[in-house]
């Protein structure tokens, strides 16, 4: 049941939106009211029934009187209270334009931010900084805002909750925005892995080119060295192939010599027989001696002299009346004598161009041992200045590796304490728009 006023009767509802210190159909206050209609009981009480019209007709005018200091005090009260809706409305507007061009910034923001990430990294840095700056001035604008109303007066805390929550909301863009920076700091270091893995792929390659490349120069010094104890062996054989010249020289020489000596003691021989048998006989012995003395040197020719000599003495001891076919048996062997003398400098002359293309092979196996050296060794330098290089880029890379880990974390850090301090000023905030709310 709703307050019954007790000037106009009229019953107090819950639709009403008069305040509850007064009648919604009258305006009169409740107080003054129940208070004018004591007082008057109390004056009845007081000074009886004789002058009861008087006192009612005072009474009366004091209530009119009371009523009407009632109604100017109301009147002014309304105004105030237009005033105040006034006040109110404007300040609702003002809050409505605010919102209004916060909102436009906030579109704004949002097309320099899509704006920004179709840039390069430099551009989307300098608008970082850029949005960083108009942060900070809206959050000086802001508590230059909050001051303003907090020296004007407490009832703009709307406005100033209002501009909490925009300031949460740039908060928590801000967040957003930490938080983005996070994972490009994360991309980033796994960009950075990548690399180093690149690196170290890189490194491991050339570590296996280099050695491949020492397998190659150890192969080219094996085959260095392989050439070059063939190149002894041909030394050694051209070498070997030159004593046996030389030897095949002088086996040759002595068998010449020999033959001709043969010859001319196969001619005085010959005429010795002619002389008598005993002669003869005595030329075969001195025959046999040389044989025997250039046995040694002869080899198989002196084993065909000796058979001839012997052939020789049986025909000189058959041949007395042979003595025509002695003289042919003569020119036959001397015949032979030539033939295997020129058969022997046909070897000779042999042996001189295998010597010599012994001796030719020989340079050029060293012509090509020095340039298989001089190319193992070349190949072996740039192989190492390869080497060299490729660590020097290993060991930039980590360098690199190791700075752009380094500002990484630096960056982490640095979005932590920003995230960290965002939320504290978030927590400070709320704690302020309830504090603000509470009041």
């Known amino acids: 049941m709703g307050k019954i006023c007790l000037k ?18 009258c305006q009169r206050v409740y107080a003054k009211v129940e208070a004018a209609a004591r007082w008057m009981g109390e004056q009845d009480t007081l000074h009886g029934p004789p002058r009861a019209g008087q006192e009612a007709l005072a009474q009366e005018r004091a ?4 009523l ?5 005090a109301e009147e002014e009260r309304a105004r105030e209270w237009a005033a105040a809706e006034a006040l109110a409305r404007e300040r609702a507007a003002q809050q409505a334009l ?16 899509q704006e920004a990430r179709a840039r390069e990294a430099a551009e989307r840095e ?13 959050r000086e604008e802001a508590e230059r805002q909050k001051a303003a109303a907090e020296l004007q007066a407490r009832e703009r805390a709307e406005q100033e909750v209002a501009q909490r929550e925009r300031a949460a909301d740039e908060a928590r863009a801000r967040e957003h925005a930490a938080q983005e920076a996070l994972a490009r700091e994360r991309a980033a270091r796994e960009a950075a892995a990548r690399e180093a ?7 491991r390659a050339a570590r296996e080119a280099v050695a491949a490349r020492e397998r190659a120069v150890r192969e080219a010094f094996g085959m260095a060295k392989a050439a070059r104890q063939e190149l002894a062996a041909t030394e050694l054989a051209a070498r070997q192939a030159l004593a046996d010249l030389d030897a095949a020289r002088s086996a040759h ?16 021989d010959v005429m010795a027989v002619e002389h008598g048998l005993h002669d003869a006989l005595a030329q075969v012995e001195t025959a046999r001696s040389a044989v025997v003395a250039t046995e040694a040197v002869a080899g198989d020719e002196v084993e065909r002299a000796r058979q001839e000599l012997r052939a020789m003495e049986t025909a000189v001891r058959e041949a007395l009346a042979q003595m025509e076919t002695a003289r042919n048996a003569v020119a036959t062997r001397e015949a032979s004598t030539r033939e295997a003398v020129a058969l022997a400098r046909h070897e000779l002359a042999g042996v001189e161009g295998a ?51 380094d500002g990484v974390a630096a960056r982490e850090e640095a979005a932590r304490e920003a995230l960290a301090e965002q939320k504290a000023a978030l927590r400070s905030s709320a704690q302020a728009v309830v504090g603000s709310a509470a009041t």
């Open 8 to 25: 106009c009767g009229y019953e107090r509802r819950e639709t009403d939106v008069a305040p509850e210190y007064e009648c919604p159909r």
């Open 98 to 113: 605010a919102r209004q061009k916060a909102a436009e910034e906030a579109a704004a923001r949002e097309k320099a931010e």
């Open 68 to 72: 009407a200091r009632e109604r100017a």
């Open 63 to 66: 209530a009119q009187e009371a």
């Open 197 to 203: 893995a690149a690196a170290r792929a890189r490194e």
């Open 355 to 405: 010597a010599r293309d012994a001796l030719a092979r020989l340079e050029t196996a060293r012509s090509a041992l020095n340039a298989i050296e001089a190319s193992a060794g070349e190949a072996l330098a740039i192989a190492r200045q390869d080497l060299a290089a490729r660590e020097d880029a290993a060991r930039d890379a980590l360098a690199r590796l190791e700075t752009a880990r």
């Open 126 to 138: 300098r608008i970082a900084q850029q949005r960083a700056a108009d942060e900070a001035a809206a």
């Open 253 to 268: 020489a002595a068998r010449e010599q020999a033959a001709h000596e043969a010859v001319a003691l196969a001619r005085r």
